[in-house]
Every structure is written in C-alpha cells, then in structure tokens.
Nanobody, 113 residues
Framework: QGNVVESGGGLVQPGGSLRLSCVYS????????MAWYRQAPGHDRESVAT???????TYADFVKGRFTNSRDNAKNTVALQMNNLTPEDTAVYYC???????WGQGTQVTVSS
C-alpha cells in the first residue's frame, strides 16, 4: 500500500523528453516535501530531485540543467519534466514524501535508439 501513483514513463530516443506525474493520496500534501528517486537494474535506488511545500527545488548533479521539478498543491500532484535524456537515465522512477514508509510501483523510463 502506497500513497502515490506515478505515470508518464515510456520509451524515448536519446535527446528526447518525457514528463512524469505523481498523484499523492496521503494526508496534508500541501505541507510535504516531495522527492523523486530512480532505480536502474543492478543499481541502488538514488535520489533525483526534491521540491518543498512552497516550491523550492533541489537536484542531483547528474540531472541539473536537464530536469525540472514542479507541483500543483490544488491537485495533490508533482511533475518531473525530463529533457535531453540519455541511456543512463533508464530506470524505474518513483516519487514519495520522504517521511512516508511506503513506495508506489514507479514508472519505467527507457532511453534507447
């Protein structure tokens, strides 16, 4: 059981773009920091980006300048716009409020020619 539903993944060519969405069903979305993570086969899950309740963002070095995190508090939704994708971005992407103890199913992003 999780508090999020991620969507928007798919197959894209190198250099392409995708927009991931996350709908949060837990309590008090408007006061929670939300975070994006990803996990590639054979690799540990890693942090990608965060966004605070008021929209302040942070990014991992490997996505700075390419990914943009945003939120719509009225819709309990966060989004991750991913541009200039490379094969190294291939992974399952997850969102979560870091204080939560559960994960959603994630959404698969595959970057391949």
């Amino acid at each position: 059981q999780g508090n999020v539903v991620e969507s928007g993944g798919g197959l894209v060519q190198p250099g392409g773009s995708l927009r991931l969405s996350c709908v949060y069903s837990g309590s008090a979305f408007n006061i929670r920091t939300m975070a994006w993570y990803r996990q590639a086969p054979g690799h540990d899950r890693e942090s990608v980006a965060t966004i605070t309740s008021v929209g302040t963002t942070t990014y991992a070095d490997f996505v700075k300048g390419r990914f943009t995190n945003s939120r719509d508090n009225a819709k309990n939704t966060v989004a991750l716009q991913m541009n200039n994708l490379t094969p190294e971005d291939t992974a399952v992407y997850y969102c979560r409020a870091p204080r939560d103890s559960t994960w959603g199913q994630g959404t698969q992003v595959t970057v391949s020619s």
